[in-house]
C-alpha cells in the first residue's frame, strides 16, 4: 500500500513564504504523477499544482506565480513552495499520487491516493 505523509503546514501572516513536502513510500516514485490539493472550511476539495514523471508542471490560476512543485525521485518526495500567501490560501493541504498516466490531472478522484493533508493558516 502506497502511504503518502505531508508536513510543513503551520500559521503565518499575509506574504509570508512556506514549503510543504510530501514522502511517499513507493519503490518506483519517478513514475508517479503527483498533485497538491487543498480544502477549506464549506468548500470542496481543488486543484492546486502537480508534477507529472518527465517533471512538467500546471497550477491552478489562483497560485500560479507564487506556488511552486518539485520533486525530489531520490528522496521519493514532492514538494510544493508557496511564496506571497495570501489569506485565501488558508486551507487544509493535501498531497495526492497516481501510478500511471499521460495527462493533466486536476481532479480529485483522478488520484488514487492520497496523505492525511497539512493546515495551512495565512493571518492578514
Known amino acids: 500500500q502506497v502511504q503518502l505523509v505531508e508536513s510543513g503546514g503551520g500559521l503565518v501572516q499575509a506574504g509570508a513564504s512556506l514549503r510543504l513536502s510530501c514522502a511517499v513510500s513507493?519503490?518506483?516514485?519517478?513514475?508517479?504523477?503527483m498533485g497538491w490539493f487543498r480544502q477549506a472550511p464549506g468548500k470542496e476539495r481543488e486543484f492546486v499544482s502537480t508534477?507529472?514523471?518527465?517533471?512538467?508542471?500546471a497550477y491552478a490560476d489562483s497560485v500560479k506565480g507564487r506556488f511552486t512543485i518539485s520533486r525530489d525521485n531520490a528522496k521519493n518526495t514532492v514538494y510544493l513552495q508557496m511564496d506571497s500567501l495570501k489569506p485565501d490560501d488558508t486551507a487544509v493541504y493535501y498531497c495526492a499520487a497516481r501510478p500511471y498516466g499521460a495527462n493533466w490531472y486536476t481532479k480529485p478522484d483522478s488520484y488514487d491516493y492520497w496523505g492525511q493533508g497539512t493546515q495551512v493558516t495565512v493571518s492578514s
Open positions: 513507493t519503490h518506483t516514485f519517478s513514475r508517479y504523477i
Open positions: 508534477i507529472r514523471s518527465d517533471g512538467s508542471t
